[in-house]
Structures are given as C-alpha cells and as structure tokens.
C-alpha cells in the first residue's frame, strides 16, 4: 500500500508542477489518498490478525520511515497545490 500510495502520489505531483492548475484534481485526489492511507494506518492497519504475524506474511502498520515519507509527500502535494492554484 505504501508504494502504490507514493507512487501515485509522486506521479499527480508532478503533472501538475510541470502542466499547472489544469491538472489540480490530481494534485488533491492524491493528498486525499496520503490522508486517508495515513488514518487508516494509525487506526487500524492493513492487515489484521489476531494471531502473531508468520514470517510470510505482510506487516500490519508501517514503519516510522513510511510515515515520514508520506507525510512529506502530503506536504509537498499542498504545497504544489497552492503554488499551483496561486499562479
């Protein structure tokens, strides 16, 4: 989740640094995305088991880097966003 969710992110950020105010939907779509993605996160986490985790099996949370980085990239999408919609 934290790859699509960055990827994605990183992508819309992007069109609408280089294309402009035209592409905003994307911009906003994705900080909505980040937000949403860090809530659920923080709540309930993507996998939920009530046994321990096996070895072969996906991390329920992520990690404090995951969380920085996506809330850098929320940072930066506003910050796009508004230059953006200043310009």
Do not use: D, P
């Amino acid at each position: 989740m934290f790859y699509a969710t960055a990827g994605l992110a990183a992508m819309s950020f992007a069109l609408v640094y280089i294309k402009g105010e035209q592409f905003l939907g994307f911009s906003i779509g994705s900080c909505l995305l980040i937000l949403a993605t860090l809530i659920i996160n923080e709540r309930y986490g993507f996998s939920v088991s009530k046994w321990l985790r096996q070895s072969h099996e996906a991390r329920n949370k992520f990690s404090e880097w995951e969380v920085a980085a996506l809330f850098g990239l929320l940072m930066l999408g506003i910050f796009v966003s508004v230059v953006a919609w200043a310009t």
